[in-house]
């Protein structure tokens, strides 16, 4: 059974830094898994943050831009995000996916790691 287990998140001030993981468990050869970040803020959808590629494509929502680096790790089964210069609008819970590449039918969700920005 696939699991995704998400960590690092907690509270931090505007400006502050917090680094995401996800590690999957059930799942081999990761290296053909698209991996990302997906946030959802109380009332809002659930929005794209970042994702990378199994061939390493990265893309970024344009608000965190300049601000998040996702990266991943096939050995560990593991994608992270780094987050610096938070805003308040950075608060939502944090989800991580994985999807196997041309097969949407093996895709999987974490549950979500809350980040909340606050002074």
């Known amino acids: 059974q696939v699991q995704l287990v998400e960590s690092g998140g907690g509270l931090v001030q505007p400006g502050g830094s917090l680094r995401l993981s996800c590690a999957a468990s059930?799942?081999?050869?990761?290296?053909?898994?698209?991996m990302g970040w997906f946030r959802q803020a109380p009332g809002k959808l659930r929005e794209l943050v970042a994702t990378v590629s199994n061939l390493g494509r990265i893309n970024y929502a344009d608000s965190v831009k300049g601000r998040f680096t996702i990266s991943r790790d096939n050995a560990k089964n593991t994608v992270y995000l780094e987050m610096n210069s938070l805003k308040l609008e950075d608060t939502a819970v944090y989800y991580c996916?994985?999807?196997?590449?041309?097969?949407?039918?093996?895709?999987?969700w974490g549950q979500g790691t809350q980040v909340t920005v606050s002074s």
């Open positions: 996916n994985m999807q196997l590449v041309g097969d949407p039918r093996y895709d999987y």
């Open positions: 059930g799942i081999s050869l990761s290296m053909y898994y698209g």
